[in-house]
């Protein structure tokens, strides 16, 4: 079709009513997103006391960050226990519902998480829908995980028992979007506490350093000793006499203050050329093997009058007298309870122990680091007092042992990207193949029985594929999660965590200046998609269509723009309501939870399917805000793509009987807020033997072309 041809079918330029309407409403938008409330936590004092009773003690809230200590009394004083924090404060990141959950995370001193708790949200798919119990069962998994790793959001039941279980969390079916907002907002709080009190951040996420394999020599423990890869940290009596006399201690040994109270003997194993040399090859070989991926391990051997392996120590703890550090920060290091014995021969004899540093520790090798050793003395009788005094020598290894891999880049939203690949690439095809059949009037939609074929074919796509596999039906809480994100948060970024829903969008918004709301409504929404299928099933019941009269048809149709209009008023002034009247929409309950769901939310699906076998999509028509707001955005439409003929509507109905939507007037014209898209009209209209006027200009020898009639 060439330019001139085309250039009848173009709709004319918007109304200046139009024009200022659009206006107005760019500017309210702007106002809106220019004003919006301070997001802050919810809790107080009291608050984080009720989930941190005695004998843990609320310290005082940080001065400069909103993060509250958490002591626990320890050997006389107060430690402390964890960081409590709420993630809207520090990572204020919209969920679908368009504003940010809160959670409550208290974080170790070592980065590990103590506890997780939702304080609230706006999830629409956890509102009502699946409930909150599964959510508070997600976060319950980041108890013993560590914010120096990089923690993804898995498939149900992908955690594992292997590595992946420190760097992975199950997500939930049906609520794979708003459980990754959810990781991200955790994540993102706590390195921003971790990186002002604990002294790690971003940088140590998903860090990876392993020892090179070819880093492989003979030596003895001499030559180790020499090159600093075996170190010695020894604590004299003299030593550890002046330390507790600074806290008031009276001396409890008058003997040579040079002699060792605490000799120990380290080593970093991993690198072969350390590890084979004080285990052994076949020891080495078999500790290899024990640890897993990017598992660290360090020997520590005890050879003085005290030492912090005593006789109660049990294989496979944590020593509570020794500690490995790193940039000032405890790095969890438990005994590997392997068996004692291959150790070099050359090393002091005692007991030993080998620590395991696992991969979610964020533990660098090739960066110094400290071992630390415990004295621990008692003071009083009666209400007696430990007193700690702290011991250390620091160890590093040369950058060229080890290979470094940089930590994984890109924001947590590409993961969902990555993950769903495959299904946005079906989504895609199916799209590129959807505009052309739409696009080419005298293609495919001439043939009837071809036609037909195809529609059900893509319909049932839209509904196995789209709906219940892919989750993305579009809704109206997008809509409504747009308008809290310009009164809120100003941040779109929610969207990105679910990619099949943002490619249809993405189709979807442009089509509507095309075609306006008929290729959603017609070939995209799965629930429209069910109620095609479901009204198949009238004719062999035997139920007979009711027609609505016209006058009734034009008030009802109505009633979505009401419902579309309270919906995002309830969400512009921040009430609750905009949730509950979201619930109009019966996608969650038919789509997203394949029906599984409270009886009154499926009682409500069910009976609007069984009206559309009455009224033909009759929610659809009616009730959908949805397509109300699309019908609303379909009037910046710029063709009048559906052809018509002189004789449409006058003296030919055929076309507005045959219309199941009732997007058609008696004179002819295409009602295209209404209209579906269908192409059953078009078909007609160029089929000659079922068009009305080509029939009758056969039979006289002429042949007539369609026009295009103004639209409604």
């Known amino acids: 079709m060439t330019a001139a041809q085309l250039r009848p079918w173009i709709r004319p330029t918007l109304s ?21 409330p301070a997001l802050a936590g919810q809790l107080d004092r009291a608050g984080i006391e009720r989930y941190f009773p005695a004998p843990l003690v609320v310290g005082e809230r940080d001065g400069a960050l909103p993060v509250w200590p958490i002591l626990k009394q320890e050997a006389g004083r107060y430690e402390v226990f964890a960081y409590a924090f709420e993630s809207i404060d520090l990572a204020p990141i919209p969920g679908f519902g368009g504003t940010p959950p809160d959670l409550l995370v208290a974080l170790a001193p070592d980065g590990t998480f103590r506890d997780v708790k939702v304080v609230s949200h706006h999830e629409p798919v956890f509102l009502e829908g699946l409930g909150s119990e599964p959510l508070f069962a997600f976060v319950e998994q ?4 560590s914010a120096r790793r990089s923690i993804r959001v898995g498939r149900p039941n992908a955690r594992g028992s292997g590595a992946s279980a420190e760097t992975t969390v199950d997500g939930i079916s049906m609520a794979t979007a708003s459980t990754r907002v959810i990781n991200e907002s955790i994540l993102g709080a706590s390195l921003a506490v971790a990186r002002a009190k604990l002294g790690f951040g971003a940088a140590n996420v998903g860090l990876k350093v392993e020892a090179r394999p070819d880093a492989d020599e003979s030596l003895s423990v001499p030559d180790l000793v020499a090159r600093g890869w075996v170190r010695r940290l020894t604590v004299t009596h003299g030593q550890a006499e002046a330390a507790f006399r600074d806290a008031g201690m009276d001396p409890i040994d008058d003997g040579p203050g040079d002699r060792p109270l605490t000799d120990l003997t380290f080593a970093y194993l991993n ?25 660290h391990a360090v020997m520590v051997v005890s050879h003085g009058s005290e030492t912090p392996l005593g006789e109660d120590f049990v294989l496979g703890s944590i020593p509570e007298r020794l500690a490995v550090t790193q940039g000032g920060l405890a790095v969890n290091a438990r005994d590997m309870a392997i068996e004692r014995r291959g150790a070099a021969p050359d090393l002091p004899s005692g007991p030993w122990t080998v620590l395991r540093i696992t991969g979610a520790a964020g533990f660098d090798p090739s960066a110094p680091w400290t071992l630390r050793v415990k004295l621990v003395r008692e003071r009083g009788q009666i209400l007696s007092e430990k007193i700690v005094r702290e011991f250390s020598a620091d160890y590093t290894l040369p950058a060229t042992l080890f290979v470094r891999e940089a930590a994984e880049a890109g924001p947590s939203w590409l993961d969902p990207w990555r993950a769903r690949g495959p299904e946005l690439g079906v989504i895609a095809l199916a799209l590129a193949w959807l505009v052309p059949v739409l696009a080419f009037r005298r293609g495919l939609v001439t043939d009837r029985q071809r036609f037909a ?12 594929f789209i709906g219940w596999y892919a989750q993305a039906q579009l809704s109206i809480v997008t809509l409504v999660g747009l308008v809290r994100a310009a009164t809120v948060t100003h941040d779109l970024a929610f969207l990105l965590y679910d990619p099949p829903s943002l490619l249809l969008w993405a189709f979807v918004v442009p ?50 723009y009401g419902l579309l209009a309270a919906i995002l008023l309830a969400a512009a002034t921040g009430s609750p309501l905009a949730d509950t009247f979201s619930e109009a929409e019966p996608f969650k309950t038919a789509i997203t939870l394949y029906f599984v769901r409270g009886w009154p939310f499926v009682a409500y699906a069910v009976g609007l399917l069984v009206l559309n076998l009455f009224v033909y999509k009759g929610f659809c028509r009616y009730l959908c805000p949805l397509g109300a707001g699309l019908a609303i955005l379909g009037r910046l439409r710029v063709l009048d793509w559906i052809p018509r003929r002189a004789e449409c509507g006058s003296p030919c109905q055929l076309c507005k009987v045959r219309c199941r939507y009732g997007a058609i ?13 269908c192409m059953d009209c078009v078909t007609i209209i160029q089929d000659p033997q079922q068009c009305v006027p080509q029939v009758v200009a056969a039979k006289h020898g002429r042949r007539i072309a369609p026009r295009p009639v103004p639209a409604e």
Do not use: N
Request: hydrophobic residues 50%.
């Open 16 to 36: 200046g009513a139009w024009v200022r309407r659009l206006a107005l409403f760019l500017v309210l938008f702007a106002a809106l997103w220019g004003s919006h």
């Open 142 to 145: 980041y108890v013993g995980l």
């Open 665 to 677: 007037a008696p004179s002819g014209r295409i009602d295209y807020p209404e209209c579906f898209q």
């Open 511 to 560: 089509t509507l200046v095309v075609w306006g709301r008929g290729t959603f409504c017609g070939w995209l929404c799965p629930f429209g998609a069910l109620q095609e299928f479901t009204a198949w099933l009238a004719r062999p019941l035997r139920i007979r269509p009711i027609t609505v009269p016209p006058r009734l048809d034009f008030w009802l149709r109505q009633g979505k």
């Open 453 to 464: 074929i195809f529609r059900l074919g893509f319909l049932a796509f839209t509904l196995g």
């Open 271 to 295: 690198v072969p050329a350390i590890g084979r040399s004080l285990l052994g090859p076949d020891r080495f070989a078999a500790l290899m093997r024990e640890l897993g991926p990017g598992d």
